[in-house]
């Protein structure tokens, strides 16, 4: 059983199999990767319309092949050497962040693509120009963001307990707040997460710490 491949896996595949003179048919490949024919034939027209690819149906074979030889589907090609050395720098950036908000979802976004990019000295001589420091970063919870990101997403009002760090030795240091929360705000001048909303308490909009 082929597990749920995305779409590049499946082309570099397509690939391969008309190098390799098989002739292949949406309908084989789809059973190969247990997909739709559909999928596959969206796969091959994005690879003939947009990737100039010379593919062309073989009525009696009944399969696909390339019209003309030399040319080869490299996932790495679609980028060029600056933007491949950006990408492998944005994965070295992104450590900083682990524990924040989509830190997981983006990082496993950028390795699927790493995996493809061709491991050279090249691409890899910007992480030798540029030295990035490790910020120290408060511990983040991750459950407390997806809450409250649900209520931004579907415009509910939350109530939480806010403490304001400024006023510690204030009987107003802590206080109970009913917000309507609007999105998240990242200072990297201070290292640090801010909910924008509405307080009814305040009766103000604003940042909450």
Known sequence: MVQSRPPIVRMQYIDQQLRDNHYP????????????????????????????APIE???KKRGYFYEEEGWSYLAATTLELREAEALIATTKVLQQYQGTPYYNEVSRALDKVRQYLPENSAANQ???VYSIEQPTHQAVDSRMFASVEDAIRRRLKITMTYRASYRAASSEAVTERTLH????????????????GYCELRKASGPLH
Not at 28 to 46: L, M, P, T
Not at 183 to 196: G, K, N, V
């Open 25 to 52: 048919n949406c309908t084989k490949i789809a059973k190969y990767f247990e997909v739709s024919s559909k999928s596959i034939q969206r796969d091959i027209d994005y690879m003939r319309d947009l990737l100039h």
């Open 57 to 59: 149906y073989d009525r």
């Open 126 to 128: 910007l992480l030798s």
């Open 181 to 196: 929360p609007y999105m998240f705000h990242y200072s990297q001048s201070r290292d640090t997460w801010y909910l924008i």
